[in-house]
C-alpha cells in the first residue's frame, strides 16, 4: 500500500502528467482538494474507487481515511493542486505517515506560477532584466509568514515576484513593493489561471487594487509584479546567436580570449 501526493497541475484538466493520472485510474481511494482541483480528474478514478473531497476534512480526518486505506492494502490517490511542494500542505500529512510507518510517494505537477505565466505568454527571466524569481506569499489565516522574508525585504532584490495567495493583502503588497518597484511598475494579476473562467488583469502597483477590486477577485489569483512583464525591448540571449559555441553548436569554434 502507498499513499500517492499527486500535482494536478494549475487548473485545466489536461496540464496533469501522465504518471498523475495513471494513478488516480488506478488508485481505490482518492482523497482530492475540491476546492482548487477540478472534478474532471477525479471522475477518472475506478468506477468502484472511493473518491472523497477533502475541502471539510481536517488533518485527522484526512489521515483517518489514509489508515483505512492502508488497513485494507489500499492505494490511495492524494490530489493536490499546483505542484504538491508549493504551498501544499503536504508536510504535516507526510509527517504522520511516517510515524505510522505507512509508504508515500510524491509526483510532482505543473507548478500555478508556471500555469500562470503560460497564460500570459510572458517569459519570466529576461536577459539584462532580471534572471531571479522569487516565489513568495504574505501573511494568511492560516500561516504566517517569517520577518526574514516580509515583501520589504523581498523587494529590494527587484526580481520577479510570483505572490501567491494574497489577492486579499494588495494594500500590504502596494505598499511594500512601491520603494523598490515604482508604483508604475507592471502587475499581472491572473485569477484561476488555465480554469475555463480563467480572468488576467494587466495593471501597475498605483492601480492594482482598484483593478481587482473592479474584476471582484477575492480568492484563488496569482499576483506577478516586475519590469519583465512591460519589456518588448530587451537583449537576446547569446544561447542562440550564431557566433555562440557550445559543445552542440559549432563545436571547437569557440574564441579563445
Not at 50 to 69: C, F, Q, Y
Not at 175 to 202: F, H, M
Not at 230 to 236: E, I, L, M, Y
Request: glycine content about 8%; proline content about 5%.
Amino acid at each position: 500500500m502507498k499513499v500517492y501526493f499527486i500535482g494536478a497541475g494549475p487548473g485545466a484538466a489536461d496540464l496533469i502528467t501522465v504518471r498523475g493520472q495513471r494513478l488516480i485510474k488506478n488508485c481505490p481511494v482518492c482523497l482530492y482538494a475540491g476546492s482548487l482541483v477540478p472534478s474532471e480528474l477525479v471522475e477518472i478514478a475506478p468506477k468502484d474507487a472511493t473518491v472523497i473531497d477533502s475541502a471539510p476534512l481536517n488533518l485527522d480526518e484526512i489521515i483517518e481515511v489514509m489508515k483505512t486505506a492502508n488497513n485494507q492494502g489500499q492505494d490511495v490517490a492524494r490530489v493536490h493542486s499546483g505542484d504538491p511542494s508549493i504551498y501544499g500542505a503536504v508536510g504535516e500529512q507526510m509527517r504522520r505517515l511516517k510515524e505510522l510507518d505507512i509508504e508515500y510517494e510524491i509526483v510532482p505537477g505543473v507548478p500555478a506560477f508556471a500555469g500562470a505565466a503560460a497564460a500570459i505568454g510572458t517569459e519570466l527571466t529576461l536577459p539584462n532584466i532580471t534572471q531571479t524569481i522569487i516565489i513568495t506569499r504574505t501573511s494568511g489565516k492560516a500561516s504566517s509568514m517569517p520577518d526574514e522574508e516580509n515583501l520589504e525585504k523581498l523587494g529590494a532584490i527587484k526580481a520577479t515576484l510570483a505572490i501567491h495567495l494574497s489577492i486579499r493583502n494588495l494594500t500590504y503588497v502596494q505598499e511594500s513593493l512601491s520603494p523598490y518597484y515604482g508604483e508604475n511598475c507592471p502587475v499581472v494579476v491572473i485569477y484561476r489561471a488555465t480554469w475555463r473562467d480563467q480572468k488576467i488583469i494587466r495593471t501597475n502597483l498605483a492601480n492594482m487594487k482598484a483593478d481587482v477590486r473592479a474584476a471582484k477577485i477575492t480568492r484563488t489569483a496569482m499576483i506577478f509584479v516586475g519590469e519583465v512583464f512591460g519589456q518588448k525591448d530587451f537583449a537576446n540571449s547569446s544561447l542562440y546567436a550564431a557566433d555562440f559555441a557550445h559543445v552542440l553548436r559549432n563545436k571547437g569554434k569557440k574564441k579563445s580570449r
